[in-house]
Structure formats: C-alpha cells, structure tokens
C-alpha cells in the first residue's frame, strides 16, 4: 500500500509534513514526499539537485531515470518519459525548485491537493492532506444520480477546500509553494487502421501485464469468461512464473461466461483455477451495513455491493501465494462499440457513415427520422450538460425508438430523492454547464469512452486500498495510459460496427487467445445476482433506511419511499441502479461519521 503527501521546499511547507513512516527530501534537506510504502512499489533517482520518484508498477529502472534527469530542465521536460512509460503510477518530481505531481490518465492513480497559507499540499488521497475539510452536501446530492454523474461532477471531491488535478494534466508546485495543474496530454487522432491499431494495442497490453509479473513470484487473475479477462489470462500465462486465475460461480445456472471461462481453463493447462462458490462466498451486498475498523471515507465507493467480495477473493488469492490480482476491467469502456461515435462518422465520412447508421438502427429499432435528428445535435460540452439538468427526474424508461447522441448516457435521479436533492443536483449541472467547462476529447465517442475509463480507474484505485490491506495489489492494465492511447488511436468506422464485438481486442489478441474463444460474440448480464441478493441481504438494507439514515437526515432521500422500494423489488433491473448509488452514498457517510479523516 502507498501513502504519501508531497510538499514545497520552502520552510513553512516542512511543518506540514506530518508523522511518516518513510520520506524523500528536497535538495535542500526539507521534507518533500511524507508517507508509507513498499520498497517494492517505488523507483527513484537522484542527479545533483534534481529528483524524481514513482509510486506504482512502472517499466523503468533508477539508472534509466537518472539519465532523465541528467538531460532535464524544468518539470515539462519530463513529458517524454511520462509518454512512454508501461504501467500505472505516480510520478513525483523536483526539478530546479519545481515540483512536479502526476498520476494516470484513468484516475486509477489519482491526484488531490489543498492549499494551506498560500501553499500548495498533494496527496493520493484526501486523507492525506493537512487541514479540517468538510463534506460538500450539493455535491453529494448530484452522486445520487443513477449511474452515476456525469464528468466532471463525479471526480469532484466531496471535501471542500480538496482539489483533484484534472484528467491530462499534471500538478505544478513552483518556488514559491503555490500549485497549478498543467496540462501535458491531449487524446489521440482515431487514425490508425484496425491492423495497425490491434498491433499497437497489443504490445501496450503486453507491455502493461509484462510490468506486473516482472518481479511477482505468482500473479493471480479474474477468469471470468469475458473477453477482457480472458485476454489478461493468456498474457499472464506468457509472463507469470505462476498463475492463478480466479472465477465467482454465478446465480443464474444459464450463465454463459462459465461456459467460456471453462474453455479458457481447457487452453491454460499450467494455470491453477479457483472457482469462487456460491455457498462459501459472499453474495452481494453482504456486510454493506459494517464500515470496518479502517474505512475509506474518500468518496461514496461505486462498488459498495461486492465490497465484502473483493475482501474474500483477496483473502483466497492471498492465500494461494499472489500479491498482485488483475482484472479486466476497463476493457468494456474502451472496446465496445459506441453509438456517440456515428454523430462523428456522419460528419467526417458523409455517406459513409450510412452503413453504420443501418446496422444500429436494425439492431436498437431507431426510428430514421429521431435518428436523423439526433445526428445533427450540435450541443457543446457545457450546454448538454446543463440540458441534463431539466431530465433528472423524467422516469427512467428501456431502450426506445429514438438514438441520443449527445456527450453522454440519460442521467436519473431515483424517485426516493427529494426535491431539495433534485434541485441541488440540477443548480450543479447547470453551473459546471455555465462555466465553460471543456470535454475530455473534443470527439464525442472519445469522451464518453474517456470518462468511463475514469471512471473504472477511479473505482480500481479504491479497490487497491480494500485489497492492499490483505496484501494484495489490485491492478487493471486495461485502463494504463499506453492502453487508453492505444484504443483511442484506432479508426472509428473499424471500431463501431455492432455486428463485431470488440473488433481491436480480438484482433490484438489474435495468436494469443485461441480463435475458439475470440469468437465469442455475447456478453452476460447480471440482473438474477442482483435480485438474489438484494432478497437475501433486503432485512439489512432496510436497516440502513430507518429512522437513523444519514440522507434523509440531510433531506436528501425520502426514507419511506426507499423502503417501499425494496419491500417490492421493481421488475426492471434498470431500475434497480440508483440503488447501489443511493446505499454508495449513505454507507458513507456513516463510515465518515464514525472516523473522521485524521488531519495533523
């Protein structure tokens, strides 16, 4: 596990440094990173005045980085190294009195500052930031939105005076200790053709896995029958002394993924398989009600019903010998084909995007002229985003006639917030919408797939800080920087047909992953799990919306209207979404209620 706050070279700054049970320093002999970690997750160089460090699994070594810094001049010179790097990390350094903070395109290394007498304080977390913060209650009305909000509200901190360094950008602390985030990153042209993406996504892919197993004894993996972990699977296998791939037995017997995980056992004879069952593991939302002795009170945790879970398969892999687990998560959010990307087609391609648009509409029943229609929305970032305001609480209906093509999905507040919450949710929307707010990517398809590889990243990072407690590094290759380039950079007319599932993937992985497998074409959903467990687990979930519910305290959810909900389980599993957002957000605030952040 690392934890670290970084700090100016100046003499008030060194104060700020708090108890650490490891350090770095300036030049100068001030402190400069305050914190606790692994030798093993570190890498760091010196060269004269100059310093740089990384916390997380990076492809580089102290020799490599000294060279760096024997040829740098400012912070911004380190951009090169930064876009290059495998891996996942934080990059700390301190060049000519500079300082220079940054984590990954996905959040999965995320980046947070305060500003304390002028003075500019990062950290990788909230809680490692000096200063008394409290919870923003307007922002937290807008995290009951269902799935979840739209960028940039969902990386919003929920403690005021804490700031998050904006996606592409790295955080500078000048001479003088006062911080400004940098922009270094911009999203990739989609020019590459598919055989020259899938190259390039997989020697990203490779080189991301490669990282990981590099010094693991044994490494252990999701096998759970998707094409994203199968993938990780295969590389592993390649690069692993040791494998263990992992598998949660599903509720609904006719649960395809089994079948295919199975098979992917079949061709990975030297792996050993552990099948997760139903009646020795936890279910989800199990313990949802108990915070535990350390919990992390960052922000409401997006997978709050499997929290218990993540603890147990930790637990398992642990005890088979890993310390580092993959998943394959992100591999949804940059492969799937994404209608957004027909509003770009329509204007790059003319006529050519017609066969695009008829094969969506056969496969969703679009009517032509909605279709029509939405293709020529011209809505800016800001204005979409204000727009979504007005819909909060329109209900939340199945998949019609009528496409959408604007920044994003259709945003819901569930029917048990009250109007109090509704109204400080749309004031949010419309003011991030006013302020001249910019998208991820100026492409529509690129930004949505942005934000949910930011998203997955974001929640990834939180997972790592639950499992590291049982000594296990949770990481996700799918959503490493040299991977997120890789898929962006791909043609989007080669990526966007619905009749070929994750067409960049499957070819990358061609001669890795047996043709038998990659011709998976389905994908399973998991709806019966949801309805079981909240059966199972319905007494302590009503337990949470009784008379002591944090939310209905803060006038935000109708306590009564919730538990009508989960006394007749509605028969839409859609509807069943703003649930986990509502129980994220109310299971959070009792863990902040019970341990506040420590703040030296």
């Not at 939105?145 to 929920?158: D, G, K, M, Q, R």
């Not at 962006?488 to 070819?507: I, W």
Request: net charge neutral.
């Amino acid at each position: 596990m690392v934890e670290f706050r970084v700090l100016p070279d100046t003499a008030a700054a060194a104060a700020l440094a708090g108890p650490a049970d490891a350090r770095f320093e300036h030049a100068s002999g001030r402190p400069w990173i305050a914190g606790r970690w692994d030798r093993e997750s570190v890498v760091s160089a010196a060269c004269g005045r100059d310093r740089v460090v990384l916390f997380g699994p990076a492809d580089t070594t102290p020799d490599e980085l000294e060279r760096v810094l024997a040829r740098v001049r400012s912070v911004r010179d380190l951009d090169a190294l930064c876009g290059r790097l495998a891996g996942s990390f934080h990059l700390v350094a301190s060049i000519d009195g500079r300082v220079r903070v940054q984590g990954s395109l996905s959040a999965a290394r995320q980046v947070f500052h305060t500003s304390l007498g002028g003075m500019t304080v990062a950290g990788d977390a909230p809680a490692s930031l000096p200063g008394d913060h409290r919870v923003d209650e307007e922002l937290l009305a807008a995290r009951l939105v269902a799935p979840w909000p739209p960028w940039p509200i969902a990386e919003t901190p929920l403690w005021t005076g804490v700031e998050a360094v904006p996606a592409g950008s790295y955080l500078e602390i000048g001479a003088d200790g006062r911080g400004r985030p940098v922009r270094w990153w911009t999203p990739p042209e989609p020019h590459l053709p598919l055989a020259d993406g899938a190259r390039r996504v997989r020697r990203a892919l490779h080189d991301a896995v490669a990282v990981r197993a590099r010094d693991a004894k044994t490494v252990s993996a999701d096998l759970s029958g998707g094409m994203d972990s199968t993938s990780l699977c295969f590389l592993a296998a390649d690069e692993a002394d040791r494998l263990v791939t992992t598998r949660w037995e599903a509720v609904d017997r006719a649960d395809e993924d089994r079948h295919w995980a199975r098979l992917a056992a079949e061709d990975l004879p030297a792996a050993e398989h552990l099948v997760l069952a139903r009646d020795t593991a936890p279910t989800w939302f199990d313990g949802i009600a108990e915070p535990g002795p350390d919990p992390d009170v960052e922000g409401p945790f997006a997978w709050i019903r499997t929290r218990a879970r993540l603890t147990h398969l930790a637990r398992r892999v642990a005890a088979a010998g890993s310390a580092s687990h993959l998943t394959g998560h992100g591999g949804d959010e940059l492969f799937l084909g994404n209608p957004l990307n027909l509003h770009t087609l329509a204007r790059t391609r003319g006529g050519g995007a017609v066969r695009h648009l008829r094969a969506y509409r056969a496969m969703y029943r679009w009517r032509l002229l909605p279709a029509a229609r939405a293709l020529l929305n011209r809505d800016t970032f800001g204005g979409w985003l204000a727009a979504s305001a007005d819909t909060l609480t329109d209900p939340v209906r199945d998949v019609g006639g009528a496409p959408a093509f604007g920044w994003g999905i259709a945003y819901r507040l569930p029917p048990w917030a009250t109007p109090d919450a509704a109204d400080a949710a749309r004031t949010l929307l419309r003011r991030v919408g006013a302020s001249g707010v910019e998208p991820l990517a100026p492409l529509r398809g690129q930004h949505a797939a942005l934000q949910d590889a930011r998203l997955c990243g974001d929640t990834i990072r939180r997972v790592d800080r639950l499992t590291s407690r049982e000594g296990v590094a949770w990481h996700a290759p799918f959503v490493d920087d040299r991977v997120i380039e890789a898929a962006l950079a791909v043609r989007l007319q080669d990526t966007t047909m619905p009749d070929r599932y994750k067409p960049a993937l499957s070819a990358a992985m061609a001669g890795i992953v047996p043709a038998r497998i990659l011709g998976r074409a389905t994908k399973s959903e998991y709806s019966a799990e949801a309805y079981d467990s909240l059966r199972r687990h319905r007494a302590e979930l009503l337990g949470l919306c009784g008379d002591g519910m944090r939310l209905a305290r803060l006038g935000l959810v109708d306590a009564a209207a919730l538990r009508a909900v989960l006394e007749a389980l509605p028969p839409s599993s859609l509807t069943l979404m703003p649930l986990i957002s509502t129980f994220a957000c109310e299971t959070w605030l009792r863990a902040v209620e019970r341990d506040r952040v420590p703040h030296p």
